[in-house]
């Protein structure tokens, strides 16, 4: 049995789907920040995966991923210095007990 | 044949390390199950024939960001407090398989256009010519900088100790 392209949609789709699990049902935030790097890491697999079987010679598909890799890692530079902002002000990151914006 | 014997076995590891990530209850297992995860999407890439994105997340997401989270880990001494589920534990677990349903039916049954032709051998020059050539994507990636700089100041800015 060949490998094609769908083989790759559906294992990027599971790895989005378990990122997704993760960033909702987790209260640490540090593991929600992962989490979303897993969902994004999918999205570049899907990207690639077209970029290898729908259009091989123009490598579309490979500069998007390089652009979310950037955003990604923009994400998670400013995202973790806010978990430890947060940790240092209320000495805890579980985002249950993160309430000050409630109301 | 190779390919496939690959791409399964990156698969499967790239799946187990994910359900690691949410599951375990060490926090820092679960980053170092993260930074597998991120290896076995790296091979995937080079099963894609994709080399220099394969180097790129490499060096960026096993390099770069998995020391940035373990970092994180450390300074906020998280590793006893452990992985714990919010109350949305059951809704999100049904959000994320009606998820995967729709995806998985609607990606089988697509009729993607496959094409044919072989893929461009070596990625870098293509790349590059792609980022920086005539009619490229070179505006973007003067702002692809200038956001990699706002993020580093505002990231010095956020975590400064008052």
């Given at each position: 049995m060949t490998i094609g392209l769908t083989h790759y949609l559906v294992l990027s789709a599971i790895l989005f789907s378990i990122g997704l699990y993760g960033v909702l049902a987790k209260r640490n935030a540090v593991i929600i920040l992962m989490c979303i790097e897993l969902m994004l890491n999918a999205v570049n697999v899907t990207m690639v995966a077209f970029s290898r079987y729908v259009v091989p010679v123009m490598l579309t598909g490979q500069v998007f991923a390089i652009f979310v890799i950037v955003v990604a890692a923009a994400e998670v530079a400013v995202g973790l210095a806010i978990v430890l902002a947060v940790y240092r002000g209320?000495?805890?990151?579980?985002i249950s007990k993160i309430n000050l914006l409630k109301w | 044949m190779g390919l496939a014997i690959a791409f399964w076995i990156q698969a499967a590891v790239a799946v187990v390390a994910a359900l690691g990530v949410v599951f375990l209850q060490n926090v820092f297992r679960t980053a170092l199950s993260l930074i597998l995860c991120f290896l076995m999407v790296a091979g995937l890439y080079i099963t894609l024939s994709a080399d220099f994105l394969a180097a790129v997340q490499i060096l960026?997401?096993?390099?770069a960001i998995s020391v940035l989270i373990i970092l994180a880990i450390m300074m906020t001494r998280e590793v006893q407090h452990g992985n714990p589920g919010s109350r949305f534990q059951m809704p999100a677990l049904i959000v994320a398989l009606l998820f995967l349903e729709v995806m998985v039916l609607t990606l089988i049954n697509t009729p993607w256009p496959v094409s044919s032709a072989s893929p461009t051998a070596p990625t870098t020059p293509a790349l590059a010519n792609m980022l920086f050539?005539?009619?490229?994507y070179l505006l973007v990636v003067e702002i692809a900088a200038v956001l990699l700089l706002s993020a580093i100041l505002g990231a010095i800015v956020i975590a400064r100790e008052k």
């Open positions: 209320l000495e805890d990151i579980d | 960026i997401y096993v390099g050539g005539e009619g490229g």
